[in-house]
Structures are given as structure tokens and as C-alpha cells.
Nanobody, 127 residues
Framework: QVQLVESGGGLVQAGGSLRLSCAAS????????MGWFRQAPGKEREFVAV????????YYADSVKGRFTISRDNAKNTVYLQMNSLKPEDTAVYYCAARTAWGSVQVLVGPQRYDYWGQGTQVTVSS
């Protein structure tokens, strides 16, 4: 059974930075897609970024491109989301998700395409 545990959320001022971590356990993740999603109050869960565990291919939502960086540490089985130049509109609960196979962009941006989810971590950006 795959387990995903997020950490690193918190309160930060606009323009600041945070790094989220997602510790994964329970499987070998060699071909998995590891994604970050977020959900603000009253809104649907939306795609943020994804990385291919083997090979490191990445893809970002336009809203975070150039500000956020997704990476992984194979030795620690951990995926990171470095968030810089944060804006109040980045405020949301951030979720780590795992999909058992890589896919097209159209597939990877859909939360319903992911098999495992973490519990979420709150990120609040004050203006």
C-alpha cells in the first residue's frame, strides 16, 4: 500500500518562499508520476506540477510556471515542491498524489487519474 505524507506548509507573506515535501513509501516508484495539486476553499482541486519518478520529466500549470519547481530525491523517496514568489492566490491545501504510470499531459493534469493521495498541507499567503 502506497503512503504519501506531505509536510512543509505554513503561513508566509506575499513574495516569500516555502518548500513542500512528500515522503512516499510502500512501493518502488520507478515509473510513477508524482503530482502536486491544490484546492482553495470553494474551488475544485487543480493541477500544479508533476514529475516522472524515473527520468525526471516535469510539467507545470501556467499559473506557477517560473515560480515553482518540482523535484525528487530517489534516495529519500521524497518529492519536493519549491514555491517562490508566492502570491495570495496560491493559498490552498496542497496535496501530493501518485499515479502508477506516466502519461500524456491531458492525463497528468486530471486529479481523477491519480491512484494515491496524501492528507494535504495548508499553505497560506498573506498580502
Amino acid at each position: 500500500q502506497v503512503q504519501l505524507v506531505e509536510s512543509g506548509g505554513g503561513l508566509v507573506q506575499a513574495g516569500g518562499s516555502l518548500r513542500l515535501s512528500c515522503a512516499a513509501s510502500g512501493r518502488t516508484f520507478s515509473n510513477y508520476a508524482m503530482g502536486w495539486f491544490r484546492q482553495a476553499p470553494g474551488k475544485e482541486r487543480e493541477f500544479v506540477a508533476v514529475i516522472r519518478w524515473g527520468g525526471g520529466s516535469t510539467y507545470y500549470a501556467d499559473s506557477v510556471k517560473g515560480r515553482f519547481t518540482i523535484s525528487r530525491d530517489n534516495a529519500k523517496n521524497t518529492v519536493y515542491l519549491q514555491m517562490n514568489s508566492l502570491k495570495p492566490e496560491d493559498t490552498a491545501v496542497y496535496y501530493c498524489a501518485a499515479r502508477t504510470a506516466w502519461g500524456s499531459v491531458q492525463v497528468l493534469v486530471g486529479p481523477q487519474r491519480y491512484d494515491y493521495w496524501g492528507q494535504g498541507t495548508q499553505v497560506t499567503v498573506s498580502s
